[in-house]
C-alpha cells in the first residue's frame, strides 16, 4: 500500500530565506506525487504534480518540487519565501484513484 | 467558475443527534471523495465515488456513517448518532480521475462540533 512520511512537523523560516520541506514516499509503481497546501481555514490547493517525465517540476506561487526516485523523495522548494507562504502543506501519492496524504508540515514565516 | 460547495460550513450538535453534510462537486467532474481532518488523524479518506458508484469505503470509521450520492451534482454524508469523536473538519473534494488522477478540487469543509 502507498504511504507518505512527512518528518517535519513544524518549520520555521525568516521571510525572504529559502525554504525546502521534505517528502518521502512508498509505492510499489512509478506514482503520481502532489504537493497540496492549506491555509487556515480552508481547503487544500493543488501546488504542483509529478507524473512522468522531468523530475524538476514547476507549480504555483513560485513553487518547485524534483523527484528522486532513488531517494523515494519528492521535496518541494522554493528559493524565497513570503508571509503569505505561512500554512500547512501535504505531499501525497496515488496510483491511480485513491490520494494518500502525509501527515503535513506547518510551515510558519518569521519577519 | 463554481468550486465544490459544502454546507454547512459550521455545525454544533448534541452526541446522539442526526447529522447530514452536503456537498455539490465541480460540474462534470466524474470523482468525489470525503476526506476527514482531525489534529491527531491528519487527512483520512473516508469513502471516494466514481460515476456515482461508491469505489472504495474502507475509511468509513463505522456503521454510524453513510455517504451516498444520487446523482453526478450532489452527494450527502451523514452520522447518526453522532459521537463527541465525530468532531472534526469534513471536507469533500472532486475530479477528473480518468484525465487527472490525484488532481483534487476541495471545498471549504464542514466543521463539526459534537457535544
Known amino acids: 500500500a502507498q504511504s507518505v512520511t512527512q518528518p517535519d512537523i513544524h518549520i520555521t523560516v525568516s521571510e525572504g530565506a529559502s525554504l525546502e520541506l521534505r517528502c518521502n514516499y512508498s509505492y510499489g509503481a512509478t506514482p503520481y506525487l502532489f504537493w497540496y497546501v492549506q491555509s487556515p481555514g480552508q481547503g487544500l490547493q493543488l501546488l504542483l504534480k509529478?507524473?512522468?517525465?522531468?523530475?524538476l517540476v514547476q507549480g504555483i506561487k513560485g513553487f518547485e518540487a524534483e523527484f528522486k526516485r532513488s531517494q523515494s523523495s519528492f521535496n518541494l522548494r522554493k528559493p524565497s519565501v513570503h508571509w503569505s507562504d505561512a500554512a500547512e502543506y501535504f505531499c501525497a501519492v496515488t496510483g491511480f484513484q485513491k490520494l494518500v496524504f502525509g501527515t503535513g508540515t506547518r510551515l510558519l514565516v518569521s519577519p | 467558475d463554481a468550486g465544490v460547495i459544502q454546507s454547512p460550513r459550521h455545525e454544533v450538535t448534541e452526541m446522539g443527534q442526526e447529522v447530514t453534510l452536503r456537498c455539490k462537486p465541480i460540474?462534470?467532474?466524474?470523482?468525489l471523495f470525503w476526506y476527514r481532518q482531525t489534529m491527531m488523524r491528519g487527512l483520512e479518506l473516508l469513502i471516494y465515488f466514481n460515476n456515482n458508484v461508491p469505489i472504495d469505503d474502507s475509511g468509513m470509521p463505522e456503521d454510524r456513517f453513510s455517504a451516498k450520492m444520487p446523482n453526478a451534482s450532489f452527494s450527502t454524508l451523514k452520522i447518526q448518532p453522532s459521537e463527541p469523536r465525530d468532531s472534526a473538519v469534513y471536507f469533500c473534494?472532486?475530479?477528473?480521475?480518468?484525465?487527472?488522477?490525484?488532481?483534487?478540487?476541495f471545498g471549504e469543509g464542514s466543521r463539526l462540533t459534537v457535544l
Open positions: 460540474s462534470g467532474h466524474n470523482s
Open positions: 509529478y507524473f512522468s517525465g522531468d523530475t
Open positions: 473534494a472532486s475530479s477528473l480521475s480518468n484525465l487527472a488522477p490525484g488532481e483534487l478540487f
